[in-house]
């Protein structure tokens, strides 16, 4: 079966969303499009966003293969995506939580205090139609999530290059050919490295 590379610039770096912590990467609110069409065994590659003080432009923040795509409610319902139900109060990590839709009606969503909801705790009905218009989760168990510590994207992946990856603004790139991908996934497995390497860019911020 045909496979694709998603790739898009990662604008709030927080552990959110993605989310690459217990084991398993996932994309559950944001990119509704992406996560409409991704598909298992599709490759997802989030990069920094150049806009000060991030600066972080063309640098790998995460990468990811698809290994499993699960309703809203499945998700939710799943037990091994339990403590990924945020905490805002706990640590970093439990605050980061994107398991926070939880079905009350046909069309209706309980949602979490998370990084989602307004500021004072209350839902937030933008996000919710966001995320929760498209019921599709993505999961991985085959990621590499650096965050601000990632590195450079090389030089045929980038806008010099033939294999462009980088996307500017909102905007997501989406790549077929199977050549690109398969010398994309070389490389990430040339790094070495698997599942959580380093901190959010926010939590590096935050510390400073």
Known sequence: MARSLFS????????????PFHG?????????????????????????????????GGYLVYA???TEVL?????????????????MYHNWVAASGDN????????????????HTQDDGSPSDQHI???????????SDDFVYFGAEGPKLPIQFRDVGKLDLLCSHRNYRRVREEAVITAFEQWVRSLGVQGFQGKPWDWVKRRN
């Open 100 to 115: 926070i839709y939880e079905r009350i009606g046909p069309s209706q969503w309980r949602q979490l205090r998370s990084y």
């Open 8 to 19: 898009y610039i990662v604008r709030y770096d927080s552990g959110f969303a993605p989310n």
């Open 129 to 139: 139609r966001r995320d929760t218009g498209v019921e599709r989760i993505l999961v």
């Open 24 to 56: 398993f990467c996932t994309l559950a609110t944001c990119k509704p499009r992406i996560r409409q069409q991704a598909q298992f065994n599709d490759w997802l590659a989030g990069t920094g966003s150049k806009a000060k003080p991030v600066s972080r």
């Open 64 to 66: 990811m293969r698809v």
């Open 71 to 87: 309703s809203t409610e499945q998700y939710w319902a799943d037990p091994r995506f339990e403590e990924k139900k945020p905490d």
